[in-house]
């Protein structure tokens, strides 16, 4: 659950900017897919962070921006109060031990030529200083207990697991370094169904176990509920809503993300003809163009004059307890049929 | 909730299990399936056969390569000389026989030297790309449009006739061959650099250099290894062609090419000079063609 | 004597005519592969009539759908093998006709769209072309008539400005529309049956509420009769009519949608229905199904789902169980499904 001081990780205006050029040997730049375009959060220890958004929204670029896989265009994220993304060298490879990441795709996360031994006990050679040599080999058996595999099928390879397994085994990478904040980057989508119960649980146990905060990124709005505390909705590269998870799921106050809440199939017929449907027109501006003020105005049906000339800001509008960012933010549930 | 993955099905007697292998890393796979893979084992054999010949002649073949009477020239096949004479009164199967190790010797050195220096070359160019890639890619292709006659006539001329050995050879057509190795890591260490597993190092903070060692080669060797692997047979034809034009291997040196050359003219009185010579380089060619293919179809991601 | 509770003989919603239209009889379907004999389909039943959705849910390796393959003729024969079964629609064995005859049904009664419209629409071709080439191959019409058409349809799934649209090419429209250029296609010919398979999985969930609203639409339109095969319960909750649900190659619980979702009677769609999370309330620990779903090349004795189930009992590991009939238009493939309907853990 979450918990009160100093947040672990701090975000602020962080912006990615990707070139568009023309040109073969001078490239000039002719415009500029903004990714990323000014998002800012907290998070603190033991908590976890959901985004959520639809593919363009920028929810991967932020994911590499947090692991400083990518740099960013301005804007900083601090890790304990010293900001990774300004880090090089030898204190970058120090802060990574910080925050770790946990990848989507099962099947290709993890080397196939390589031991489930060698791929857990990586983190302990990339990082000497964490393990020493000899207690490497039992650590990794740990590891590998822990999200409930076998310790000793130290010696195979990944083709030998199944998906769910996979996944486990990249869980156990992430957690070699004993790292504070795991970025999860749709961590259950390529599983089945029946396995992601699994892994999410298991998630939730480490979490407790050790203490962990996680940004959780999903596409799968219902797997976000259940397993954050507070929950950011992302769109065009900014975020649109923030708030607690009850307040996101019951009580939406953008336009945005009541649509993309109405949208959710619930798995129960009752009451089927009953639920409100918000069905948008078209598809999302490009990223490259974005609309000017409010980016979501061009599929909104509240937008007026204002929306275009003025961006909403990201704050705590009247009548509402959580922040948004849309001109006539009002809270509507749309996810309990009326 | 328990251990969620060991699965405790009760044993059902009747049930065969399948074939139970000890852990297995990919190449212990791939090795598993060439050696029951027919057309490995046939090119091999044959293969191993022609190896031998290369490192110990005088054991298949007794007589002088060089024991030449023009008293004798192009007598039939006879119990004393299987394949008969040639043009100059030499025993045609000693001189085919000591003829396999320039084949041999040509096709690994060559299929050596381009898969190193190509290899290492297309590892950097895929790895650091950009400027480097451009440099690395553009030198290649200038390479690349090396023809080949030319390019041996201009080596052999500057090396001098009678210093032209299996060397010269092996570097005429590794001139041109290299570039085929480096486009082919380069691609295939530009596909690893975009997988999850590559990031996911990235992220773990490793190093460039362990990075392309520890997951990039590994994962990018295999279409090099196919590569340099089916080249074999292409490079001892290769030789050959040069040695029948007369810019490859010079007698007094013994290669299957050059005794094609020499019987081209008398064909027709004599045949067997150029018959056997051209079958053995047949067969050798053919040995490691099957030997390449095998190796591919172990080695190819799909069929795992 | 069990008292019969109230869910037990709901006549099936949305069944309209008297004869389905389509019915899977006992179908097995087998691949010979170089590791041995995949059963990837096991004795299927199911059938669909005029205007009816049927869900058809299942995981990876379930054989759903290669059902729905077999039903289009898709499949390729070796290594495929139908050892046994029918296929009937309209009361014709589709299995006993020739690949012309089957060619001629295929696309024009029974069309199927698939779930990545990007790998399914030819890249060099306009989309104004690929549609158009359904009215010209099985229509005779000429180039133009077929362009004409074309462009009628593409209104019809609401691509907007379709008349500037239908020259351009697949790569150059979303994800969204391409999966509707995908259902004009389908819909071209006016199928009696369509069989959607996964159709929205790989799309994001405002797009997957549009695409399941114009399936539903034109389904009304056409009384068109719709195979929805996916793996999520959500989806299958708002369209479907009735759900068949699918494991290890065979049928595990056949029920009308209000049924399945209220009371479960087979141990692997109650686990299912218990462990997705839900957008629409938060729960504690979700319940897990142990175990991995089972390997199609060693499947296990008796009932395929006995490694992960909790109502297991020992007849489990040697019998099979066979689709017990709850009530004319329920069914399922577990021996204590009593057990399972009453909700008490084994």
Not at chain 1, 278 to 298: E, H, M, V, W, Y
Not at chain 3, 95 to 120: N, V
Request: charged share 20%; glycine share 8%; aromatic share 6%.
């Amino acid at each position: 659950m979450a918990a009160v001081g100093e947040p672990i990780l701090e975000v602020r205006d962080l912006v990615k900017h990707f070139p568009l050029t023309q040109g073969i040997v001078l490239k000039r730049q002719i415009g500029a897919i903004k990714a990323v375009d000014g998002v800012s959060f907290d998070l603190h220890k033991g908590e976890t962070l959901g985004i959520v958004g639809e593919s363009g929204c920028g929810k991967s670029t932020l994911a590499k921006l947090l692991m400083a896989l990518e740099r960013p265009t301005s804007g900083s994220v601090r890790v304990n109060g010293r900001d990774i993304a300004a880090a090089r060298g030898a204190e970058l490879k120090r802060m990574r031990r910080n925050i770790q990441m946990v990848m989507q795709d099962p099947y290709t996360s993890l080397n196939p030529r390589m031991t489930v031994g060698d791929i857990i006990g990586e983190p302990f050679d990339i990082h000497t200083e964490v393990a020493p040599k000899g207690d490497r080999r039992r650590k990794v058996q740990e590891l590998l207990e822990v999200v409930g595999l076998n310790p000793d099928h130290v010696n195979r390879y990944p083709h030998q697991f199944s998906g769910g397994q996979r996944q486990r085994i990249g869980i156990a990478r992430g957690l070699a370094l004993q790292p504070e904040v795991i970025v999860c980057d749709e961590p259950v989508s390529a599983l089945d169904v029946s396995i992601q119960a699994q892994v999410i649980n298991l998630l939730e146990r480490l979490q407790n176990e050790f203490d962990l905060a996680y940004i959780f990124i999903a596409h799968d709005l219902s797997v976000v509920r259940h397993i954050s505390d507070r929950v950011g909705v992302m769109y065009l590269g900014k975020f649109v809503e923030l708030g607690k998870d009850s307040e996101i799921y019951d009580r939406p106050a953008h336009p945005y993300t009541q649509a993309l809440l109405s949208a959710v199939p619930v798995p129960d017929p009752e009451g089927r003809e009953q639920r409100e449907r918000i069905i948008l027109q078209g598809d999302p501006p490009s990223p490259a163009n974005p609309p000017s003020g409010c980016r979501f105005r061009t599929r909104c049906w509240k937008a007026q004059e204002i929306c275009a000339e003025q961006e909403p800001p990201l704050q705590i509008w009247p009548g509402t307890s959580h922040e948004s960012a849309c001109h006539f933010a009002e809270t509507h549930d749309v996810v309990h049929a009326s | 909730m328990s251990d969620t993955n060991t699965v405790t099905a009760p044993k059902a007697p009747s049930r065969r299990k399948p074939k139970e292998r000890k852990p297995a890393s990919l190449w212990s796979d791939a090795w598993y399936d060439l050696r029951r893979n027919k057309v490995f084992v046939a090119g091999s054999l044959i293969a191993v056969v022609l190896v031998l010949m290369a490192f110990f002649p005088s054991v298949f073949a007794p007589q002088n390569p060089s024991a030449c009477n023009l008293a004798d020239a192009r007598q039939g096949i006879s119990s004393a000389h299987w394949f008969g004479l040639d043009n100059q009164g030499c025993d045609t199967y000693a001189r085919v026989i000591h003829g396999a190790r320039v084949s041999i010797l040509v096709g690994v050195l060559t299929s050596l030297v381009t898969g190193l220096v190509g290899g290492t070359l297309g590892l950097i160019a895929g790895f650091y790309g950009r400027y480097v890639d451009v440099i690395l890619s553009r030198v290649a292709e200038i390479f690349f449009a090396i023809p080949s006659i030319l390019g041996a006539l201009l080596l052999l001329s500057v090396v001098g006739r009678d210093k032209a050995g299996v060397w010269t050879v092996v570097i005429a057509l590794a001139i041109l061959a290299w570039p085929m190795v480096l486009r082919i890591m380069r691609a295939a260490v530009i596909t690893a650099k975009n997988q999850d597993y590559v990031t996911a190092a990235r992220a773990l903070g490793a190093s460039p250099w362990r990075i392309s060692v520890r997951h990039i080669l590994p994962n990018a060797l295999a279409p090099v290894i196919v590569v340099c692997t089916m080249n074999l047979g292409v490079f001892i034809a290769g030789e050959a062609a040069l040695s029948f034009l007369g810019v490859g291997i010079q007698s007094p040196n013994i290669s299957w090419g050059l005794m094609i050359a020499d019987a081209r003219n008398r064909f027709l009185m004599a045949p067997e000079p150029l018959i056997f010579p051209a079958v053995f380089l047949s067969i050798t060619v053919l040995s490691f063609v099957m030997i390449g293919d095998a190796v591919r179809d172990a080695l190819d991601p799909k069929l795992r | 004597m069990k008292k019969k509770s109230a869910i037990d003989v709901l006549p099936a919603e949305g069944g309209l005519g008297n004869e389905p239209l389509l019915a899977v009889d006992n179908l097995h379907v087998e691949f010979h592969t170089r590791a041995g004999v995949v059963r990837a389909v096991n004795g299927v039943s199911y059938s669909l009539s005029a205007g009816e959705t049927l869900a058809v849910l299942g995981e990876s390796g379930s054989g759903k759908s290669v059902t729905a393959q077999a039903i289009m003729g898709i499949l390729d024969m070796p290594p495929a093998k139908i050892p046994q079964g029918e296929i009937r629609f309209h009361g014709t064995d589709l299995l006993k006709l020739s690949e012309e005859a089957r060619s001629q049904i295929r696309g024009e009664r029974i069309a199927m769209i698939f779930q990545d419209a990007l790998s399914a629409l030819n890249p060099v071709f306009t989309v104004g072309w690929q549609i158009s080439e359904m009215f010209r191959v099985h229509r005779g019409m000429s180039k133009r008539d077929g362009m004409k058409k074309a462009v009628e349809l593409m209104d019809r799934v609401r691509i907007p400005a379709a008349r500037q649209r239908v020259n351009d090419y697949p790569h150059q429209f979303s994800g969204g529309m391409r999966q509707r250029i995908m259902i004009a296609m389908s819909i071209a010919l006016d199928p009696e049956v369509l069989i959607a398979d996964e159709p929205t999985t790989a799309l994001d969930v405002t797009v997957q509420a549009q695409i399941m609203e114009l399936l539903a639409e034109l389904q009304r339109e056409s009384n068109m009769g719709l195979i929805l095969i996916t793996h999520d319960l959500g989806v299958v909750a708002d369209v479907a009519d009735k759900i068949s649900v699918m494991y290890g190659g065979r049928i595990v619980e056949n029920a009308p949608v209000y049924d399945i979702y209220k009371a479960p009677a087979h141990p692997y769609s109650k686990g299912l229905l218990d462990s997705i999370p839900r957008v629409d309330m938060k729960g504690q620990e979700l319940y897990a199904i142990k175990g991995l779903p089972p390997n199609l090349l060693d499947m296990p004795s008796g009932c395929a789902f006995h490694p992960r189930c909790p109502y297991r009992q020992d007849n489990c590991v040697t019998d099979a169980p066979p689709l017990y009939e709850i009530s004319g238009v329920r069914g399922s493939a577990c021996h204590y499904w009593r057990e399972v309907l009453d909700g008490s853990r084994g």
